[in-house]
């Protein structure tokens, strides 16, 4: 367990909440370790029906914490991160999880939601790819997915030029199912969760399985983590996390790739 991701377990919905508002809900290692732990269990768990993902304060997540990412450069970076350990349990779930966000979801805040299955936002909700800027690539396999669900020009405006997406847009080109008011966004997820537990579970997993290409999935997963590894050691990247850091824009024109 671990202080920054409450689970908590009401009526067969597994509600996983990040808990660090002071870091804009920014994922450590030990806060993807919590969310792994949590999500083997629900698929094994007949207890657990949803998973319901939400986040404390302004901000549903600022995506991995970028002290990490830099700590990984410096070597400290496998193939069984706890970042890529949460992607892929993200990509086998056969159970239905569901999203409710506020504010700012970024990288992973945003790639998670393509592994929801209901997606609430509220009205101050933007979705942020901002991999190239930070002079990596896309992950949890959003190098396929979103393209494919938004098309390839809208989804490169996110990862490429790092635009973030308003919640009406995700809602009209089908990233979300609904725009809510900040203070109903969790008592609407909550209600669709309720709707879901009284389904039967064989049928939704079933379902599920049906509507989501898992081997694919993990195969893109994996392409993309290994271009993910280089890309974090290199110059480029090293500049974006010291711009983060030392809060200036980072300058890439005079480095090599
Ligand atoms: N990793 C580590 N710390 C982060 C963080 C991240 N991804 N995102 C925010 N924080 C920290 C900030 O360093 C700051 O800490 P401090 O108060 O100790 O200085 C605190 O959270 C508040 O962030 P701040 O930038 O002041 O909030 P904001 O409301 O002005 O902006 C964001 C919010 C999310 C837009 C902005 O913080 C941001 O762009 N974060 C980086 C997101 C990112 O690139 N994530 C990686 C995606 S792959």
Not at 174 to 183: D, H, W
Request: aromatic share 6%; glycine share 6%; charged share 20%.
């Amino acid at each position: 367990m671990n202080e920054h991701v409450k689970a908590e377990l009401i009526d067969g919905i597994l509600v996983l909440t990040l808990q660090r508002p002071e870091k804009k809900n920014a994922l450590t290692g030990a806060m993807y370790d919590a969310l792994s732990d949590n999500l083997e269990r629900a698929e094994t768990d007949s207890a657990i029906k949803v998973v319901l993902f939400q986040g404390e304060g302004d901000s549903f997540t600022a995506g991995n914490d970028l002290a990490d990412f830099a700590a990984q450069a410096n070597g400290r970076n496998s193939e069984d991160s706890p970042a890529f350990r949460f992607i892929g349990n993200l990509g086998k779930m056969t159970k239905p999880l569901i999203a409710a966000v506020q504010g700012n979801a970024v990288g992973v805040g945003t790639t998670m939601l393509l592994h929801c299955d209901l997606v609430y936002l509220a009205d101050n909700a933007r979705l942020i790819t901002p991999f190239v800027n930070l002079a990596l690539v896309p992950e949890a396999a959003s190098s396929w997915l979103l393209p494919t669900r938004i098309g390839h020009v809208r989804a490169y405006q996110m990862f490429a030029l790092g635009e973030p997406m308003d919640a009406a847009t995700a809602v009209a080109c089908g990233l979300a199912n609904a725009v809510l008011p900040p203070a109903e966004v969790r008592q609407k997820a909550m209600a669709a969760a309720v709707t879901l537990t009284k389904r039967p579970a064989g049928s939704l997993s079933a379902t599920k399985k049906l509507m989501r290409e898992q081997e694919k999935i993990a195969l893109k997963m994996s392409e993309e983590s290994e271009l993910f590894r280089q890309r974090l050691t290199s110059p480029e990247a090293a500049e974006a996390f010291a711009a983060f850091a030392e809060r200036r824009p980072p300058d890439f024109t005079k480095l090599s790739n």
